[in-house]
């Protein structure tokens, strides 16, 4: 099983309810169950509660270690890169809204299979929307950079890679968000880092 997930908000109270939407996410997460049920289990969970919680972004997904293949639902997550061995690109979109916020949301699941030399990023808006002294953000297009630069290397040069080049580029600018970055690299057995 697979996930990252982004709350909105900072500081305590953010993390206070981080730590209870980790606890939706793992009650209600049965990896042979379709990741769009779990997504929206939490989302009614979340609108259930009496206090007001901030919304929460999930992926979530199952990988199949033998054969590659990845169910996956995307709630309100940037989406998700798919990169391939020949350097084709593909955004995991299938999903829903974010979480907590509209009653009722539908979700569903997307499939894709991944094959060796493929990688999976998936990744915070924080990595994306981290800034420079200019205030220009890093991007989708400096992320897939660095993750160019490190394609054939394992998932873990990979991961540093973009998180360095992200750091670079911020240049020693303070940064409003966390950078949370998850890398799957598919060899003869998908690894993660």
């Not at 990896?31 to 989302?43: E, F, H, L, R, T």
């Not at 539908?106 to 094959?115: I, M």
């Not at 200019?134 to 540093?160: C, H, I, N, T």
Request: proline share 5%.
């Amino acid at each position: 099983g697979l996930a990252v997930g982004d709350i909105a908000g900072k500081g305590l109270v953010a993390g206070l309810w981080f730590t209870y939407f980790l606890g939706l996410v793992r009650l209600h997460l049965c990896w042979g169950q379709d990741p769009a049920a779990c997504a929206s289990a939490v989302n009614t969970n979340l609108l259930q509660i009496g206090a007001e919680p901030p919304s929460a972004g999930l992926f979530l997904a199952g990988l199949n270690t033998l054969t590659g293949e990845v169910i996956y639902c995307n709630a309100g997550q940037p989406p998700v890169i798919l990169l391939r061995k020949n350097g084709e690109v593909e955004y995991l979109r299938e999903g829903g809204p974010i979480l907590g916020v509209i009653p009722a949301a539908g979700f569903t699941s997307g499939r894709v299979k991944l094959q060796p030399g493929d990688s999976l990023i998936a990744y915070s808006d924080g990595i994306i929307e981290c800034r420079n002294e200019q205030e220009e953000e890093f991007g989708v297009g400096r992320l897939l950079d660095s993750a160019l630069k490190a394609q054939g290397a394992p998932a873990s040069s990979m991961l540093f890679s973009v998180l360095g080049a992200a750091q670079d580029f911020a240049s020693g600018t303070a940064q409003g968000d966390d950078l949370t970055l998850m890398v799957i690299r598919h060899r003869d057995r998908p690894t993660l880092a």
